[in-house]
């Protein structure tokens, strides 16, 4: 059983940066697409990254953040990273890492088999 633990939210103005961390509890992370979705309170949880296991497939980002986030992994530390800029006061939520036991990225919060515990991005007007 894969654990995943989320870290790096906080507090930031309109306009600032985040980078949220996720660390896989072992290597089989390495051939696993991930993903970070988010929840607002009283919202369904909803996609917005996610990175294949293997480069020659695609990597996905939700219209509402495409040209503002970025989602990278490293493999050598575990690790996959949800770089932030230019936040709105829209993005906040709880945003939750997740794994599929696969290769290709999703969109859809069902086809993935781990999750993080979340981290709370708080964004002030």
């Known amino acids: 059983q894969v654990q995943l633990v989320d870290s790096g939210g906080g507090l930031v103005q309109a306009g600032g940066s985040l980078r949220l961390s996720c660390t896989a509890s072992?290597?089989?992370?390495?051939?696993?697409?991930m993903g970070w979705f988010r929840q607002a309170p009283e919202k369904e949880r909803e996609f917005v990254a996610a990175i294949p296991g293997a480069s020659r497939y695609s990597t996905y980002y939700a219209d509402s953040v495409k040209g503002r986030f970025t989602i990278s992994r490293d493999n050598a530390q575990n690790t996959v990273f949800l770089q932030m800029n230019s936040l709105k006061p829209e993005d906040t939520a709880v945003y939750y890492c997740?794994?599929?036991?696969?290769?290709?990225?999703?969109?859809?919060?069902?086809?993935?088999?781990?999750w993080g515990q979340g981290t709370q991005v708080t964004v002030s007007s």
């Open positions: 072992d290597g089989t992370f390495r051939s696993y697409a």
């Open positions: 997740a794994g599929r036991r696969s290769d290709l990225a999703s969109m859809i919060k069902s086809a993935y088999d781990y």
